[in-house]
């Protein structure tokens, strides 16, 4: 899930800098500049998140070598002034019946190879291509992975807040009683909690019990949760512009000793998954490490989803922690771990936290207990 609500903790300046280092990153991988349509990265560079999704063209212009431009709709120019980052940008606008490409490529070199935010509407890229012929393009998340990767301070403040949120919520739903309700209605009281505890927006309430706790995706549905149900929560959403994401696994009533068994197992890999993390280490080093001890015991079939994902203006974004990804862990970065164990037609378990690395290890954003919680 997504979310675009700019942060209010940051000045012109910082979104200056931001700007300054995705050209240079832009330059040093070979690109002739990034054009960044409106959705998160636009966000994370400027603080500017129009008010609707428009057909109208708005894109972000930033190259090495000159000022950062915003392309935008005449009618939709004074809204993109308001933005923080707006005075470290030239606003070039464009009135319905003239070409936005043609507005666009005066600013373009006409040969060069492009970024494009991964959100940017065909038919732009497309009009793009058709007036300047000569030029290619390359996806940002594909060309430059790495850009909104690694937090700074105040990124990190912000997430260790929205992370705090989350865990108050789910120390509020532990208390209510599942046996009974529909997984619907434990889900409107976790984004009731979530809204509670400061978050702007809720992405997702993630309700699934019994035999639905299988789906690591389930949508929540009008399945009454019975005594004897395990029951996978999986919750998060924008607080301040910035993400939470954490999942834990209850048990309605007592648990049988293979329940127990399946949870403390799932526990233990969300621990060595968190031990891996460390400056250096490799993304696919913390899987491995959440993976191995479930392959072991003889779960492995069932862990069917990579450990874990970035985490950032958006829920999901990189880095991700999957075998193959061998990007190198930096101070700063975050992103969940989250191993689970699905059991087709019976139950599943899963157990995430957000963690960020520190310059000797890594520290857990959620510090709800990971142990088995049993609810009403």
Request: with cysteine; charged share 25%; proline share 6%.
């Amino acid at each position: 899930m997504t979310g675009t609500t700019p942060a209010a903790s940051f000045t012109a300046d910082d979104y200056r800098a931001r700007m300054e280092r995705a050209a240079r990153t832009a330059a040093d991988a070979g690109l002739a500049g990034l054009l960044v349509a409106p959705g998160p990265d636009l966000v994370w560079l400027t603080g500017y998140a129009p008010t609707a999704a428009t057909e109208r063209l708005t894109l972000l212009v930033l190259a090495a070598d000159r000022d950062p431009v915003l392309v935008v709709p005449t009618l939709e120019a004074p809204d993109a002034e308001k933005a923080v980052g707006a005075p470290a940008l030239t606003l070039r606008d464009w009135t319905d019946g003239k070409d936005p490409y043609a507005v666009t490529a005066a600013l373009l070199d006409d040969s060069g190879r492009f970024g494009v935010s991964d959100n940017a509407w065909a038919m732009h890229l497309l009009g793009l291509q058709r007036t300047l012929p000569g030029t290619s393009y390359a996806s940002l998340t594909e060309a430059l992975p790495m850009l909104r990767a690694v937090k700074d301070a105040a990124e990190l403040e912000l997430l260790a807040a929205a992370g705090a949120a989350a865990d108050a919520a789910f120390e509020e739903i532990r208390t209510v009683r599942f046996g009974g309700r529909r997984e619907s209605d434990v889900a409107a009281d976790l984004a009731a909690l979530l809204r509670r505890f400061g978050h702007s927006q809720v992405d997702f309430t993630i309700v699934a019990s019994g035999p639905n706790g299988a789906n690591p995706h389930h949508e929540v549905g009008d399945r009454v949760i019975e005594d004897g149900d395990m029951v996978v929560l999986d919750f998060g959403g924008l607080k301040d512009g910035y993400g939470s994401d954490t999942s834990r696994t209850v048990h309605v009533g007592e648990p049988t000793d293979e329940e127990r068994r399946v949870h403390d197992l799932v526990r233990e890999a969300q621990e060595a998954g968190f031990r891996a993390v460390r400056p250096g280490a490799a993304c696919q080093d913390v899987d491995r490490a959440a993976r191995s001890v479930i392959a072991d015991a003889g779960y492995g079939e069932y862990f069917i989803h990579r450990t874990g994902h970035g985490i950032g203006v958006t829920t999901h974004e990189p880095p991700y922690m999957i075998e193959g990804e061998e990007q190198p862990l930096v101070p700063g970065m975050c992103f969940s771990v989250e191993p689970g164990v699905y059991l087709p037609g019976r139950f599943g378990v899963r157990i995430e936290d957000i963690v960020t690395v520190t310059e000797d290890g890594g520290r857990r954003l959620n510090d709800t207990t990971r142990e088995m919680v049993v609810v009403e």
